[in-house]
């Protein structure tokens, strides 16, 4: 009795130091894919959608206030890319005859690449993250964003999130 007494004190001085420091405690719900080897922390207002078994479970997808939508999606290489660079030119669609230009960087110490464009009144952005594997086929992780020109701050502020928390975990085989 004594030990649970004293974890509820900590949290209610953990929730008031929170709240005197002018943080908000927005609730989040930690989705992990076993499958595919990562977990990101989601917003836990935001409806999921996800694949009902026995579909495959590569990730979520996420119904933005805005209407914008939000998915993730871990998959075997299976088309053989061999880099972020390649799985993201051969998802983006060409554009007036040429490709965006995407930026190169580190997302959870994994090679990818990222790259904005417009169509219509659509806003999307697409992250490739690549994970290579010594003795199997590598990982390909896709972030969208899909959203309107005038909710795209708002949106990418989210999504920038999602992506700062996203991290790989071990595989399974």
């Not at 390649?86 to 490709?99: I, M, N, V």
């Not at 464009?117 to 899909?146: C, H, K, N």
């Given at each position: 009795?004594?030990?649970v ?19 908000t ?14 977990a ?20 979520f ?13 871990g ?18 669609p ?80």
């Amino acid at each position: 009795m004594r030990v649970v007494f004293s974890n509820v004190l900590r949290l209610i001085l953990l929730f008031s130091v929170a709240l005197q420091n002018g943080n908000t405690l927005a609730a989040e719900f930690r989705y992990t894919n076993l499958e595919y080897g990562y977990a990101l922390r989601l917003p836990a207002e935001l409806p999921r959608r996800t694949s009902e078994a026995p579909a495959p479970q590569h990730g979520f997808a996420l119904d933005l206030p805005s209407g914008g939508k939000i998915w993730v999606d871990g998959s075997y290489d299976a088309a053989l890319y061999g880099s972020a660079a390649a799985a993201l030119t051969a998802l983006l669609p060409e554009l007036d005859g040429k490709l965006p230009q995407a930026r190169h960087f580190k997302l959870a110490k994994l090679d990818a690449a990222r790259v904005s464009y417009a169509q219509g009144e659509l806003v999307s952005m697409r992250v490739i993250a690549y994970r290579p594997r010594l003795s199997a086929i590598a990982i390909v992780y896709t972030f969208a964003l899909d959203t309107s020109p005038s909710q795209l701050l708002a949106d990418r502020k989210l999504f920038d999130k999602l992506l700062k928390n996203f991290g790989v975990t071990r595989l399974p085989h």
